[in-house]
């Protein structure tokens, strides 16, 4: 059974970091790349950064430049966020996610929260 797993979620002040993590488990993720999507109440979901196993191939939307930096742990099969200078307006669900492309995504997590709030 294919899974991926976020765990870090929560309540944070503006200004302050947590990291996401993501545990795939169920199949070979190597020739898929991985990504970190959210969806904030009201809006569609968002692609926020992705980077393939190899390390060959990273993105960040522009608005997570600088703050947010997506890695890879290949012997534990995880994938992290860490999430730094944290904003109100990064409130939102964020998902995990796995496929060839981000465009086609092929496996999703089941959403951590991420609350930013004095």
């Known amino acids: 059974q294919v899974q991926l797993v976020e765990s870090g979620g929560g309540l944070v002040q503006p200004g302050g970091s947590l990291r996401l993590s993501c545990a795939a488990s169920?199949?070979?993720?190597?020739?898929?790349?991985m990504g970190w999507f959210r969806q904030a109440p009201g809006k569609e979901r968002e692609l926020v950064a992705a980077t393939s196993w190899s390390g060959g191939y990273t993105y960040y939307a522009d608005s997570m430049k600088g703050r947010f930096t997506i890695s890879r742990d290949n012997a534990k099969n995880t994938v992290y966020l860490q999430m730094n200078t944290l904003k109100p307006e990064d409130t939102a669900v964020y998902y995990c996610a796995a496929g060839p492309f981000m465009a086609t995504i092929y496996y999703w997590g089941q959403g951590t929260q991420v609350t930013v709030s004095s």
């Open positions: 169920g199949r070979t993720f190597s020739s898929y790349r």
